[in-house]
């Protein structure tokens, strides 16, 4: 494989060196991400996950039976994350380093080998995208890019990062098809285990695929490119969806997970896409017709076996819910709320990708080559993505690392041919306009200028959970088994600190849980009374710095909930006096 500027050992080390130094930093400072879990609920839960599945839970079996109303619920999460980091746990526990250690070396390892892998590959794709030598800029943009954006620091083991780096990579090896032959297979293969792993990539996927195919509409020697993208993508779906879904539900279709709605359309579109690219004729109408009846096909299965998965992903989901859970998802989050309830979260993820898309504009004035155009396509869509949901970002604020490194270089270069002060300060703005933590720090110090009270209470990442601290849990961690009433966004710190059921968790397929705890904090002493005897709770838990339960107490200034925060007990509860004043006080039901 012939590659413009630094070969790829080159670009392996210097990630492997911009690893190192974010690693050390994480280290001297204590790593604070596993000292404080903060809203990572989605973490917590996993690590959970793995823990049932190293304790004997089948491969099969998704439930999460300690969370929820009786019998628990099934989680839409896959096994897929799951098995390497089960993997390094029994490695390290097999050395005789016990299961705490060994729970904390995958914390560390797996989100740390993703940073290093994603810096590298976005440093080809930069390559690529550039055709220059771009490894310094595409490097440092890379690397603080992905730390601005926290999903690989130390103890997070959620499925997001994993996401990007699939996703990353599945457009730089479509890139490289042309000069690489299994570029393309690979790039497919990508493309499958991302949207195996979480539906949230599906936008993505689906363009990597669209993209393969016109690729071939335009030029006939795009042929083995999309013939080597559907059959990586449909070989790695069929052999997932045999690997991890039980035979007895193959024909159980599920909108938000890995199912057989996503395996059938992956398989047509995939092997679809082999026989078309494989005796499609030799004109470019032909081609285009064999297209255009493959998405036919595709679309009539879709709409007469899956009509169910064409409404919005959210449709169905109580409204209870919506309001009071989903609405305070930081990830969920329109622009337009970003912007207004949290303007340094807005710069930090929208305007470095907007400087991009106009870079990306201005080169419109003449012809994109081809790896110009599918970066620019990947960004635009992500970009769209994080309009209707901020955690669309996360994806474009790593594909705008392409046209900004290929802008400073650029700028670089004119500077090296003709030096003057004008040039040189405008690489330095070049370089600060490109970087997260400029913006922020901009939005920051705007914000203090205009102080602006938010309208309502709102789950801010950085104030979202103040009990995230494993010692948080220590005491309810001492008492008997039980399951435990407490706002949703303590769910996952129970489960994972303690050995008790939790009755919320902030996961939309837990319905009934969600709801039995909304009945409870936000109705009458009595009616939580009711709700408690049910579903035989035998604690009540409170983290009076939770923003979710402030909330709750706000809307509902009668309920049990806005009781609890004020100190006025039901004659049937009585405060562990141990707890008082701690950060999660407990109650007992007499």
């Not at 440093?123 to 995208?129: G, K, L, T, V």
């Not at 994080?386 to 594909?399: E, H, I, Y």
Request: hydrophobic letters at 55%; a neutral charge.
């Amino acid at each position: 494989m012939t590659m413009p500027g630094t070969g790829w050992k080159n670009d392996l080390l210097l990630a492997l060196c911009a690893t190192l130094v974010v690693l050390t930093i994480n280290a001297v400072s204590g790593f604070p991400t596993l000292g404080d879990y903060g809203a990572d609920n989605d973490s917590m839960l996993r690590l959970v996950e793995v823990r049932d599945l190293l304790g004997g839970q089948s491969w099969f079996d998704l439930h999460q039976y300690r969370m929820g109303t009786s019998g628990g619920f099934v989680m839409h999460w896959s096994r897929l994350v799951d098995t390497p980091l089960a993997l390094i746990i029994m490695a390290f526990d097999a050395l005789g380093t016990g299961p705490a250690t060994a729970e904390r070396a995958a914390q560390i390892i797996w989100p740390t080998l993703l940073y290093g892998l994603t810096i590298f590959v976005l440093m080809r794709a930069s390559q690529r995208f550039a055709a220059a030598n771009v490894a310094m800029p595409a490097v440092i943009l890379s690397t603080a890019a992905l730390f601005y954006l926290v999903i690989y620091s130390p103890g997070v083991i959620d499925h997001h990062n994993v996401q990007l780096l699939l996703t990353a990579a599945g457009l730089w090896l479509l890139m490289e098809a042309r000069s690489w032959r299994p570029a393309a297979l690979l790039s497919g293969i990508c493309a499958g285990l991302t949207l195996a792993i979480g539906m949230e990539t599906a936008p993505y996927v689906a363009v990597l695929g669209i993209c393969a195919a016109v690729l071939f509409i335009l030029d006939e020697e795009e042929r083995v490119t999309a013939r080597g993208f559907g059959l990586g993508f449909a070989g790695i779906a069929s052999l997932v969806f045999v690997a991890t879904i039980r035979p007895a539900d193959w024909g159980v279709a599920q909108c938000d997970a890995f199912s057989s709605f996503q395996f059938a359309v992956a398989a047509l579109s995939g092997f679809g896409l082999v026989i078309a690219s494989t005796f499609a004729a030799s004109s470019r109408r032909a081609r285009l017709v064999s297209m255009l009846a493959l998405m036919a096909v595709v679309a009539v299965v879709v709409i007469v076996f899956f009509p169910q998965c064409l409404a919005s992903p959210y449709a169905g989901m109580d409204e209870r819910i919506r309001t009071y859970w989903l609405a305070d998802v930081v990830e969920a989050q329109p622009f337009w709320s970003v912007a207004i309830h949290q303007p340094k979260l807005m710069a930090a993820r929208y305007v470095t990708p907007f400087i991009a898309i106009l870079l990306v504009g201005f080169q419109l004035r003449t012809r994109l080559r081809r790896a110009e155009m599918l970066g620019a396509i990947l960004l635009v869509v992500a970009f769209g993505v994080s309009l209707w949901q901020v955690r669309g970002s996360t994806f474009s604020v790593a594909f705008a690392v392409l046209p900004l490194s290929a802008w400073i270089a650029r700028t670089r270069l004119r500077a090296d041919a003709a030096p003057s002060w004008r040039l040189s300060t405008g690489i330095v703005m070049a370089w600060l306009v490109s970087l997260n933590a400029t913006w922020a720090g901009v939005a920051v110090a705007a914000q203090s200028v205009v102080q602006q009270a938010p309208q309502r209470v709102s789950s801010d990442p950085d104030h979202a959970v103040t009990c995230g601290k494993p010692g948080d849990f220590h005491d309810l961690a001492a008492m008997p088994a039980t399951t435990v009433l407490a706002s949703s966004n303590l769910g996952s710190g129970i489960l994972t600190f303690t050995g008790h059921r939790a009755l919320a968790g902030p996961y939309h397929r837990n319905v009934g849980g969600n709801l039995a705890m909304l009945d409870a904090f936000m109705g009458t002493p009595d009616a939580a009374r009711a709700v408690i005897e049910r579903e035989h709770v035998g604690l009540v838990a409170i983290c009076r710095g939770n923003t979710e339960e402030i909330s709750l107490a706000l809307d509902a200034p009668k309920g049990f909930v806005a009781a609890l925060l004020r100190g006025d007990l039901p004659e049937w509860l009585e405060l562990d006096q141990s707890t008082a004043g701690k950060p999660i006080e407990i109650y007992k039901v007499r």
